[in-house]
């Protein structure tokens, strides 16, 4: 079974600066998709960014990039130049490589609730 | 809309009584999914849909819940006799065809939170 572990239940940080989320997982698979999402208090879960477990290189949005260590089953997030509206709960999440199973669901854990001070 | 919507947003049910959850999809999703998400936590797998078929149930926590999507696109899902434990925020999603490469993106609606009284 795949489990995701965030070990920072709150973290606070000021507006402009740099924070970063750890997130570590468990898993058995090669070949997977591990996803942050953000939520913020209007419950609306919103895909931040993804990572192909296949892709080497850290997937980055604007100021949102991971560091993926698939050895170490790490993948944390870095927010970069961080703004008010950045203030919501992060979840790091699983996903099985649905190409060959049909276990879709993804797994995720228990969430970071982040807060940018002004 | 192009999002997925979910209605109602709040629901207050007495310990006892029925209640269903509705979900509208992107237009054209095939996979629909059902997770329920505790206070302070993150969401939890319930079933999921491809079109009709409901492929994966495994995350129900009793036959109290049953979820539904007749057609293929509006689904439902019902909680029989409610208990104070089944409050929660329900969050469903939907997802693009199947892709080659897998690792679909799902997309989450607004949720619904029960409170059973």
């Known amino acids: 079974a795949q489990t995701v572990t965030q070990s920072q239940p709150e973290m606070s940080v000021q507006e402009a600066e740099t924070v970063t989320l750890s997130c570590t997982y468990d898993?058995?698979?090669?070949?997977?998709?591990l996803f942050w999402y953000k939520q913020p208090p209007s419950r609306q879960m919103i895909l931040v960014i993804r990572?192909?477990?296949?892709?080497?290189q850290n997937a980055t949005e604007n100021r949102f990039s991971v560091n993926f260590q698939k050895a170490a089953k790490s993948f944390s997030l870095k927010i970069s130049d961080s703004q008010l509206g950045d203030t919501a709960m992060y979840f790091c999440a699983f996903m099985k490589d649905t190409a060959r199973s049909r276990d879709d669901k993804i797994i995720f854990g228990k969430g970071t609730r982040l807060h940018i001070l002004p | 809309g192009a999002g997925v919507s979910q209605s109602p947003r709040y629901k207050v049910a007495k310990r006892g009584q029925d209640v269903a959850l509705r979900c509208d999809p992107i237009s054209g999703h095939v996979s629909l999914f059902w997770y329920q998400q505790a206070l302070g936590q993150g969401p939890e797998f319930l079933t999921y849909f491809q079109n009709e078929a409901q492929l994966d149930k495994s995350g129900l926590p009793s036959d109290r819940f049953f979820a539904e999507r007749p057609e293929g696109s509006v689904s439902t899902l019902k909680i029989q006799r409610t208990q104070q434990e089944d409050s929660a925020v329900y969050l469903c999603?939907?997802?693009?065809?199947?892709?080659?490469?897998?690792?679909?993106?799902?997309?989450f609606g607004p949720g619904t939170r029960l409170t059973v009284l």
């Open positions: 990572q192909e477990a296949y892709k080497q």
């Open positions: 999603a939907s997802s693009f065809p199947r892709l080659a490469g897998g690792g679909d993106t799902q997309y």
């Open positions: 898993t058995s698979e090669n070949n997977y998709y």
